[in-house]
Structures are given as structure tokens and as C-alpha cells.
Nanobody, 119 residues
Framework: QVQLVESGGGLVQAGGSLRLSCAASGTIFSIDIMGWYRQAPGKQRELVATISSGGSTNYGDSVKGRFTISRDNAKKTVYLQMNSLKPEDTAVYYC?????????????WGQGTQVTVSS
């Protein structure tokens, strides 16, 4: 079983920066993809960024060039550096771990952390 605990959310003015962290507990495999998703009120959950254990990254179009995802495999932690924040980045940010092992798909989620960007 994997547990994910996010931290680092808060209130920031437009143009500011925040850094989110997600610490995983349990067994983490090299095949695991870790990432961040977000959900704003009344909207569907959307991809922010994902990263493999080897460092391959994927970003949602709305955050490219502003957000950077990184991962420390030894600490089982993934980070999201968010720069040039906009009011439309306001959402609950969820950490995710995705795994396919033995033909079975596993999807683990953190409890979420609120990010609010004021104009």
C-alpha cells in the first residue's frame, strides 16, 4: 500500500511562486510514475505534470514554461515548483502515483492541498 502526503499549498499573489512537496510511504518501484493533478471548483481534475523515476516529464499545456516537476527517488518525494502563478491556477492540487504491475493498474492519490492565487 502506498500513502501520499502533500504539503506546501497556500495563498499567494498573482505572479508569485509556491513549491509543493509530496512524500510517499510504502514500496515505490522504478516503474512508478508520480505526478500532480489539480481540480478547480466546478471543473474536472486535470493533469499538471508527471515524472518517471528516470526523470522523463510531461506537462499540461496550461502550465508549460511556468511549472517544473522534479523527483528525489531516494526520498520517495516529488516536487512541483510553480512560478508566475495566475488566478486560474487556483485549485486543489493532488499528488498521484500510477503503476502497472503484473497487468494490474494501481492509482494512488494524496488528500490534496489548496493553492489559491489572488489577483
Amino acid at each position: 500500500q502506498v500513502q501520499l502526503v502533500e504539503s506546501g499549498g497556500g495563498l499567494v499573489q498573482a505572479g508569485g511562486s509556491l513549491r509543493l512537496s509530496c512524500a510517499a510511504s510504502g514500496t515505490i518501484f522504478s516503474i512508478d510514475i508520480m505526478g500532480w493533478y489539480r481540480q478547480a471548483p466546478g471543473k474536472q481534475r486535470e493533469l499538471v505534470a508527471t515524472i518517471s523515476s528516470g526523470g522523463s516529464t510531461n506537462y499540461g499545456d496550461s502550465v508549460k514554461g511556468r511549472f517544473t516537476i522534479s523527483r528525489d527517488n531516494a526520498k520517495k518525494t516529488v516536487y512541483l515548483q510553480m512560478n508566475s502563478l495566475k488566478p486560474e491556477d487556483t485549485a486543489v492540487y493532488y499528488c498521484n502515483l500510477f503503476r502497472v504491475l503484473g497487468g494490474i493498474t494501481y492509482n494512488y492519490w494524496g488528500q490534496g492541498t489548496q493553492v489559491t492565487v489572488s489577483s
